[in-house]
C-alpha cells in the first residue's frame, strides 16, 4: 500500500487521524460521511492497479443496503476540474431521499456526429487491447 505523508486520506488510513470506521476491506476503507476510501494512494482512478478497484462498488452496494437507500448516487472525481477537493481516490454514497435532498446532477447536453461517435468507439476499444 502506497502513502503520502501529506494526504488527509493517508493519514485516516493509517489513524493519524480518527474516524468513524464502519468497514474495511484488504483495499478499501469506509468511514462515515459515506465515504469510501481506497487504501493505496492515488490521485486518479486510472492510476490504479485494478485488485485495488476490485470491491469498491461492492462495499457501496452494502452501504447503501445498510443505510435503506432506494435512491443514491455514487460519485467519484478525478481531478480539479472534475470537483475532486482531496487528491485521493475515493467514492461517496449520497443518498437521494426527495428532489431537495442529495446531489443535484447536470450537464449541458452535447450532440455527436455518428463519425465522432465511431473515433471514440475506436479509441476505446484500443484501450481495452493495450
Partial sequence: MSASPLCIFCKIIKKEIPSYRIFETEH???????????????????????????????????VANAI???????????????????EHV????????NSEEGLGVGWPAKSTSKEDLAATAEKILQGFKD
Fill in 28 to 62: 478499501t476503507r469506509y468511514i462515515m460521511k459515506l465515504l469510501s476510501i481506497i487504501l493505496d494512494h492515488s490521485k486518479f482512478l486510472h492510476e490504479l492497479p485494478d485488485e485495488s478497484l476490485a470491491d469498491l462498488l461492492p462495499v457501496a452496494k452494502k
Fill in 68 to 86: 435503506g437507500a432506494e435512491n443514491y448516487n455514487i460519485l467519484q472525481n478525478n481531478g480539479a476540474l472534475a470537483h475532486q477537493q482531496v
Fill in 90 to 97: 475515493h467514492i461517496h454514497v449520497i443518498p437521494k431521499p
